[in-house]
């Protein structure tokens, strides 16, 4: 299936590692120029290197995507570099502190700076570009958290809100032809990984919640949450707009841990 992203242009928050650097390599994989953000320089220009090797179009921009000022420059010297937007994935994400009796309230501050805040400062600053290009497509990187209870309150309630927001833009923004949909990971293995470290150290506990709380035994794949990413970019995905995509396998719990004292 063509999804119509060759010559796209996207923006990736927390595009350096992980989920944020997968969706991007499997973007230009399309055929579209991609632009990562991230706060560390060494990581940044890996990423970029990395990109350009597979023949890509690739920009790196570094900032602090909890600085509104910074993570907007981002945004304008990355359309500027790529000639456009057209796409943009608020991946950046993170907690602070530990449980609610571990945290304090700048812990929650910053959590729900680095989720929720992020996107919606980086979505703002996106639309004016968006509408240059006649329209565009936004993907907020939430997890099962945001509706499935699981640690770290301040973590949860954040993909919540993200969830939420997403829903609510593309009620906002649509009238502007600006598509916005969360997509909801659940625990992703890949190699290097949190899982993948998480397993090397605690091999018998990675194998039961594999076990015990997915239908196939198997944690998802990082090839099968940005599959979905894609499409839910493209305009294949034109009729999907304010929805919650989940890529978790059926998994039962969002996490190994509990709430256990």
Request: glycine content about 14%; hydrophobic content about 40%; some cysteine.
């Amino acid at each position: 299936m063509d999804l119509g992203l060759t010559g796209k242009k996207a923006f990736i928050t927390g595009g350096t590692q992980g989920i944020g650097l997968g969706i991007a390599h499997a973007l230009a994989g399309e055929g579209a120029a991609v632009a990562v953000c991230g706060r560390h320089a060494v990581r940044l220009e890996a990423a970029v290197d990395g990109l350009r090797a597979t023949g890509a179009t690739a920009y790196g921009c570094a900032a602090d995507v909890t600085d509104p000022s910074r993570l907007g420059s981002a945004v304008e010297q990355s359309a500027e570099a790529l000639g456009g937007l057209d796409l943009l994935v608020a991946n950046a994400g993170g907690s602070a502190g530990g449980g609610l009796l571990d945290s304090t309230p700048e812990d929650w501050a910053h959590t729900y700076a680095i989720n929720v805040l992020h996107a919606a400062h980086a979505v703002r600053t996106a639309v004016p570009h968006f509408e240059r290009s006649g329209g565009g497509s936004v993907l907020i990187i939430a997890s099962i958290t945001g509706w499935k209870p699981g640690p770290k309150s301040s973590y949860a309630s954040a993909k919540a809100a993200e969830i939420h927001l997403a829903a609510t833009l593309a009620q906002e923004l649509g009238p502007r032809n600006v598509r916005v949909n969360a997509l909801s990971p659940g625990s992703v293995l890949f190699d290097g990984g949190g899982w993948d470290q998480f397993g090397q150290t605690h091999p018998e506990r990675l194998a039961a919640f594999a076990r015990e709380d997915f239908p196939g035994g198997r944690l998802v794949t990082l090839d099968e949450v940005t599959d979905v990413a894609c499409f839910l970019l493209s305009e294949r995905a034109g009729g999907i707009n304010g929805a919650n995509i989940c890529v978790d396998g059926a998994q039962d719990h969002p996490s190994a841990g509990r709430f256990f004292p």
